[in-house]
């Protein structure tokens, strides 16, 4: 299957061997990129910073070493080569959750994790990031997409993980984070539907840690992209959003590399 948009298939490597930075040549093209889709990346943002009072937003810096995450040693399906672990990346380790609950809705959990693994774009913002599938119409575990987003890095990311009520990425190399993201669904003790996206991640390369560290305007669109996803899932249930958006960071800083 051809490469959407002359993205570069994930390099190969081995595993926890750090990733170099995106390239000057790299940096350019994007810069072209960038330019080309500012008008949508603007219309993007406007309509985050339109709500961004209807989002709940906590960081919480821990010491010490992260406790609970996935483990890193396991086998994943797919080229091991390829698969850009969190223990490769640079700076804090990141645990990110993202929940939304939803009163009376139409469509129940595996519907509604069917439909966004089927097409993760009917919840992105596809001004900011817009997910193509390499590797067929498959959605088992070993499936990948390329997610196409304005920047010098070839972001693709790999199922791992597939259950009636929930899946996985991990990150590929050339990705601008190392690490996991799920994306889980299932009811509360109310009957509310919950939709929750928690992802396990720190920097890619030096290049993005400074970049997410010294460039606001890159953790806030990281926002906006998973609160925006949350608020589609709801709207797709076809129910009533309850409050919020709630999300909560984790950092390790004790975890630094680099």
């Known amino acids: 299957m051809s490469e ?13 061997e750090p990733q170099p930075s995106p390239s000057m040549r790299e940096m350019a093209s994007a810069a072209v990129e960038v330019g080309r889709r500012l008008p949508g990346m603007a219309l993007a943002t ?11 937003h906590e960081l919480v810096d821990l010491e010490g070493l992260p406790e609970g995450a996935p483990d890193q040693d396991r086998e994943f399906p797919g080229d091991p ?13 990141y645990r990110r959750t993202y929940r939304v609950v939803v009163e009376d809705p139409e469509l129940g959990p595996e519907e509604l994790i069917t439909l966004l693994l089927r097409d993760p774009n009917c919840a992105s913002p596809t001004e900011v990031s817009r997910f193509e599938p390499t590797t067929g119409p498959s959605r088992e575990p070993g499936a990948e997409f390329a997610v196409v987003m304005p920047g010098p890095w070839h972001c693709f990311v790999r199922v791992v993980e597939r259950t009636p009520t929930g899946f996985g990425f991990i990150t590929l190399r050339g990705h601008m984070e190392a690490g996991e ?6 009811w509360d ?9 928690e992802s396990w991640a720190r920097s890619g390369d030096r290049l993005s840690g400074w970049a997410y560290r010294r460039v606001p305007v890159i953790r806030e669109m990281q926002l906006h992209m998973w609160v925006h996803v949350c608020e589609q899932v709801a709207a797709m249930a076809r129910g009533r959003q309850v409050g919020d958006v709630v999300v909560t960071t984790h950092r390790w ?5 680099g």
């Open 4 to 16: 959407p948009h002359g993205l570069r298939s994930p390099d190969r490597a081995r595993p926890d």
């Open 46 to 56: 406007v309509r985050y910073l339109q709500h961004r009072s209807d989002v709940t």
């Open 81 to 93: 080569a390829t698969v850009l672990r969190a223990g490769a990346g640079f700076g804090p380790v």
């Open 181 to 186: 993201i799920a994306f889980e669904t299932c």
């Open 189 to 197: 003790d109310d009957g509310r539907l919950v939709f929750t996206i």
């Open 253 to 257: 800083k004790g975890a630094d590399r």
